[in-house]
Nanobody, 125 residues
Framework: QVRFVESGGVSVQAGGSLRLSCAGS????????VGWFRQAPGKEREGVAI????????YANSDKKDRFTISKDNVQNTLFLQIINLKPEDTATYYC??????????????????WGQGTQVTVSS
């Protein structure tokens, strides 16, 4: 089956950096629209960054664009999210997800069908 395993979530001081990984199995990442989402305690899940099969990465807002970098390694079949200058507001469970391979469109309004179980990022001030 299509499956994601996220890793790299840690507890870190504000101002630090980290890189999250999302290993895919049961599918080839390059054939999917994929992205990172996050959910803070008591809040709704929000999109962070998306990267399409052939398109450039898309970030949810200017802050994400400045501090987050989404990338993928097709050989490793792994999706990455690099975060710099971490802030307490970044504390959340981070999820990777993929849209169906035959579905058109790859943006924050798109429905993502396959989800990982998440990895926790905690940023202290």
């Amino acid at each position: 089956q299509v499956r994601f395993v996220e890793s790299g979530g840690v507890s870190v001081q504000a101002g630090g950096s980290l890189r999250l990984s999302c290993a895919g199995s049961g599918h080839t990442l390059s054939e999917y629209c994929v992205g990172w989402f996050r959910q803070a305690p008591g809040k709704e899940r929000e999109g962070v960054a998306i990267i399409g099969r052939d398109g450039s990465p898309i970030y949810a807002n200017s802050d994400k664009k400045d501090r987050f970098t989404i990338s993928k390694d097709n050989v490793q079949n792994t999706l990455f999210l690099q975060i710099i200058n971490l802030k307490p507001e970044d504390t959340a469970t981070y999820y990777c997800a993929a849209r169906g391979p035959r579905l058109v469109g790859c943006n924050f309004a798109s429905r993502f069908n396959y989800w990982g179980q998440g990895t926790q990022v905690t940023v202290s001030s």
